[in-house]
T-cell receptor, first 115, second 114 residues
Framework: KAGVTQTPRYLIKTRGQQVTLSCSPI?????VSWYQQTPGQGLQFLFE???????NKGNFPGRFSGRQFSNSRSEMNVSTLELGDSALYLC??????????????FGQGTRLTVV | GESVGLHLPTLSVQEGDNSIINCAYS??????FIWYKQESGKGPQFIID?????DKRQGQRVTVLLNKTVKHLSLQIAATQPGDSAVYFC?????????????FGKGTHLIIQP
């Protein structure tokens, strides 16, 4: 069974640009969550999607957005990039329907560098 | 919240010894707890989880202990091996299921010495 796949693995962008990151969850998983990891703030929750609907959002500005497709694949977008957006962006998938907690499995992440 | 700071606590143990990694949480509504291991350049890897109706759960070479009274979680790794060197994170979530994201602890850098 394939794990969580994130593309691309590495990305370099310029301030002011926008970026789209992609995540393919484990087959059968309908919940996809996104996290930002930085040395200063650690792992922080961005948002979570289930059946194409955003169920919850963390404390990030509106420049950060996402969506989920009918095949459960998810994308996140960051517009008007800032230097502080440089981070490892992680995607996690789970079979969680929202009724009971289940484990979340992470992908390798996309390392975004904003210059 | 439980956001991390700039410096990770470090735990250095001899190969073959047991190690204990601790984590404190503040949200008493937390209902579900997970330990993750993160190696350099990789995403967090699920190790073991425990629900709030339990106080102990064992896996292969790992044991998680939950003390809800003092809001404390620990991960015990038996007979540590070089491959156990990594950063370990605790994570928790309230009872609403997956709708709320995981809150992560600071992380502990475990170093295994030969």
């Amino acid at each position: 069974k394939a794990g969580v796949t994130q593309t691309p693995r590495y990305l370099i962008k310029t301030r002011g640009q926008q970026v789209t990151l992609s995540c393919s969850p484990i087959s059968g998983h309908r919940s996809v969550s996104w996290y930002q990891q930085t040395p200063g703030q650690g792992l922080q929750f961005l948002f979570e999607y289930f059946s194409e609907t955003q169920r919850n959002k963390g404390n990030f500005p509106g420049r950060f957005s996402g969506r989920q497709f009918s095949n459960s694949r998810s994308e996140m977008n960051v517009s008007t990039l800032e230097l502080g957006d440089s981070a490892l962006y992680l995607c996690a998938s789970s079979s969680n329907t929202g009724l009971v907690n289940t484990e979340a499995f992470f992908g390798q992440g996309t390392r975004l560098t904003v210059v | 919240g439980e956001s991390v700071g700039l410096h990770l606590p470090t735990l250095s143990v001899q190969e073959g010894d047991n190690s204990i990694i601790n984590c404190a949480y503040s949200n008493s509504a937390s209902d579900y707890f997970i330990w993750y291991k993160q190696e350099s350049g990789k995403g967090p890897q699920f190790i073991i989880d425990i629900r709030s109706n339990m106080d102990k759960r064992q896996g292969q070479r790992v044991t998680v202990l939950l003390n809800k009274t003092v809001k404390h979680l620990s991960l015990q790794i038996a007979a540590t091996q070089p491959g156990d060197s990594a950063v370990y994170f605790c994570a928790f979530r309230p009872p609403r299921g997956g709708a709320d994201g995981l809150t992560f602890g600071k992380g502990t850098h475990l170093i295994i010495q030969p």
